[in-house]
């Protein structure tokens, strides 16, 4: 059970970076749109499971949205 979570990590993960890269492409409007509602639904989606797969919070560290907002 443990071993499939991580791999959906690592499979949001990947798919954010590969939305980023495309990002960086030339892209016509309605692409770019529908690029970045996905990369926020997969940044969703790796938020929401990483909080039920590690559920322990360190003092001091920042939620992965608030790292977001800082970058």
Do not use: C, W
Request: a positive charge.
């Amino acid at each position: 059970m443990f071993d499939e979570k991580l791999a959906r990590i690592r499979a949001h993960r990947n798919n954010i970076h590969r939305y980023r890269r495309l990002l960086k492409t030339k892209l016509s409007e309605l692409e770019r749109q529908f690029i970045e509602r996905r990369l926020a639904e997969e940044r969703s989606a790796l938020e929401s499971l990483t909080a039920a797969t590690f559920p322990v919070s360190f003092g001091g560290a920042n939620t992965p949205a608030e790292m977001r907002a800082t970058q």
